[in-house]
C-alpha cells in the first residue's frame, strides 16, 4: 500500500509545482528568486520516485517496458504509463535547461505541464476504472477532487517553503476550499452508492476525517496570515488524504455489504 501511495502523492504534488514554474517564467515574469527552479526540481524527483513506485507495485519491471510495447487509449493503465513517461522525460529536460541558465520557456517547460495535467487526474481514472465499490461508485468525482488535491499540495508548498507572502492568499484560499469540496462530492458519491462506510469507520475512516480536519486548520492558518503552520498542514492533509482513499479501497473490497449491497439495488430496480 505504501508504494501505491506514494505514487499518488508524488505526481499530484509534482504536478502544480510545473505549472507554478511555468506560470511564474511566461506569465507573470517574476524575478528569479530560486523558487521555480527549487520546485521543478521537487517536480522531477516526484515523477521519479511515482515511476518507481508504480514499478514495484506491478510486480515486475518488465511489465513497465511491455507497456510501453503497445499504445491502447482505451486503457488506463497503458495510457497513464505513457503520460508518466512524457511527463518524466520533459520534466528532466526542462530543468536541465533551467540550471544551464535558460530563463524563457522552453517547449520542454511547456510540455511538462501539459502531461503534468494529464497526470494529475490519471491516477484518479485509473481506480476509478477497477471494481472497488467505494473507487467504482465515486468515479466521477474522483478526478475533480485529485486535480483541486493537486492545486492545494501546490499551495502548500509554496506557503511551506517559499519567500514571505509569495503566493497569492486569494490562490491558497480557493485551492484548499476546491479540494475540500473535491472529498466532500467523493464521500457524498460513495454514500448515495452505499459504500461509504471505510470512510467513516475503522482505519480508513480515521485517516479520511483527520485529512479534513488538517484540511480545514490548513485553510484557517491561510485565512490568519499564518503560511508556514498553513504549508504544514496542508501538506499533511495530501499525505493522509491518499493513505485514507487508498485504505478505504481495500477495506471496501473486503466489505461484503457493499460488494454485494449495490448489485442487488440495481438488480431490484431492474426488476
Not at 508556514?228 to 473490497?253: H, M, Y
Request: hydrophobic share 50%; with cysteine; net charge positive.
Amino acid at each position: 500500500m505504501t508504494r501505491t501511495v506514494g505514487f499518488f502523492t508524488d505526481t499530484t504534488l509534482c504536478i502544480g509545482c510545473k505549472a507554478c514554474e511555468v506560470a511564474r517564467k511566461q506569465w507573470n515574469q517574476l524575478p528569479d528568486d530560486g523558487l521555480a527552479r527549487r520546485l521543478h526540481a521537487i517536480a522531477v524527483v516526484g515523477e521519479a520516485a511515482g515511476a518507481v513506485c508504480l514499478i514495484a507495485d506491478l510486480g515486475r519491471p518488465a511489465r513497465f517496458h511491455y507497456m510501453m510495447r503497445v499504445f491502447r487509449p482505451t486503457s488506463p493503465m497503458n495510457l497513464g504509463t505513457w503520460i508518466l513517461s512524457a511527463a518524466s522525460a520533459s520534466s528532466g529536460l526542462a530543468l536541465l535547461g533551467s540550471l544551464r541558465g535558460r530563463r524563457r520557456l522552453s517547449a520542454a517547460s511547456c510540455a511538462s505541464a501539459i502531461t503534468g495535467a494529464m497526470l494529475s487526474t490519471y491516477t484518479a481514472v485509473l481506480i476509478g476504472n477497477t471494481a472497488i465499490p467505494v473507487w467504482r461508485a465515486a468515479r466521477i468525482a474522483l478526478p475533480g477532487w485529485f486535480a483541486a488535491a493537486s492545486t492545494a499540495s501546490l499551495a502548500s508548498l509554496v506557503e511551506l517553503i517559499g519567500p514571505a507572502r509569495r503566493l497569492p492568499r486569494g490562490y491558497a484560499i480557493a485551492a484548499k476550499t476546491a479540494a475540500l469540496a473535491g472529498a466532500v462530492a467523493v464521500a457524498r458519491a460513495a454514500r448515495q452508492a452505499g459504500v461509504a462506510r471505510p470512510l467513516h469507520h475503522g482505519r480508513s475512516g480515521r485517516r479520511w476525517r483527520g485529512a479534513m480536519w488538517l484540511g480545514l486548520a490548513s485553510l484557517a492558518a491561510t485565512l490568519l496570515g499564518r503560511p508556514r503552520v498553513a504549508g504544514a498542514l496542508g501538506t499533511a492533509a495530501a499525505v493522509a488524504a491518499r493513505f485514507a482513499i487508498v485504505d478505504a479501497g481495500r477495506a471496501s473490497a473486503a466489505d461484503p455489504r457493499a460488494t454485494f449491497a449495490p448489485q442487488r439495488e440495481r438488480a431490484a430496480h431492474a426488476r
